[in-house]
T-cell receptor, first 113, second 113 residues
Framework: EPEVTQTPSHQVTQMGQEVILRCVPI?????FYWYRQILGQKVEFLVS????????KSEIFDDQFSVERPDGSNFTLKIRSTKLEDSAMYFC???????????FGPGTRLTVT | SQQGEEDPQALSIQEGENATMNCSYK?????LQWYRQNSGRGLVHLIL?????REKHSGRLRVTLDTSKKSSSLLITASRAADTASYFC?????????????FGQGTELSVKP
């Protein structure tokens, strides 16, 4: 069964460093998402991406964040200058339809020290 | 999209018993989705029910939707220890093209062997 994959599973970085989180969505999906979950808190929407552009972004998704689909398979989330409060699990998801079920990856645990 | 409110916040049952979780939402929807999250892992899509459907089954899962009361319920029959997880509803309003989902705090289900 096709699944969403994410790399790395765990990333440790120092405050102020740039990180790129990578995702490979399900191959025939058209809608892509990033969510994050701070330990013990709700899963929060960050950004949705369709047709090579951002469809919607949350207040969390400020200028420090960017997304890219550099080729036909990868979908990346870049955090330019990480802060301690960026420590969280980051989940990528994809969907075949904009209003359909979303398939989530296993997540990348980002630890900012 | 809008956030659903799950109830109860926590539920503890014995293996073999049925578990019922409820979800309430505020505005009209296109569909409502249920997801499961095992601790620290990605969300898994369980079932999607459309606004014109009243009941849907998938294996041991039964979902009902009452659009007049703006509520949904998820029933897990003959529960197993492996069903221990957090369960989230995600009402989708279809008012945006991006398809973002907003998750609440969920119902934390504990199934004791």
């Amino acid at each position: 069964e096709p699944e969403v994959t994410q790399t790395p599973s765990h990333q440790v970085t120092q405050m102020g460093q740039e990180v790129i989180l990578r995702c490979v969505p399900i191959s025939n999906h058209l809608y892509f998402y990033w969510y994050r979950q701070i330990l013990g808190q709700k899963v929060e929407f960050l950004v949705s991406f369709y047709n090579n552009e951002i469809s919607e972004k949350s207040e969390i998704f400020d200028d420090q964040f960017s997304v890219e689909r550099p080729d036909g398979s990868n979908f990346t989330l870049k955090i330019r200058s990480t802060k301690l409060e960026d420590s969280a699990m980051y989940f990528c998801a994809s969907s075949g339809q904009g209003k359909g079920e979303q398939y989530f990856g296993p997540g990348t645990r980002l630890t900012v020290t | 999209s809008q956030q659903g409110e799950e109830d109860p916040q926590a539920l503890s049952i014995q293996e073999g018993e049925n578990a019922t979780m409820n979800c309430s939402y505020k505005t009209s929807i296109n569909n409502l989705q249920w997801y499961r999250q095992n601790s620290g892992r990605g969300l898994v899509h369980l079932i999607l029910i459309r606004s014109n459907e009243r009941e849907k089954h998938s294996g041991r899962l039964r979902v009902t939707l009452d659009t007049s009361k703006k509520s949904s319920s998820l029933l897990i029959t003959a529960s197993r220890a492996a069903d221990t997880a957090s369960y989230f509803c995600a009402p989708y309003g279809g008012d945006n093209q991006g398809g973002k989902l907003i998750f609440g705090q969920g119902t934390e289900l504990s199934v004791k062997p």
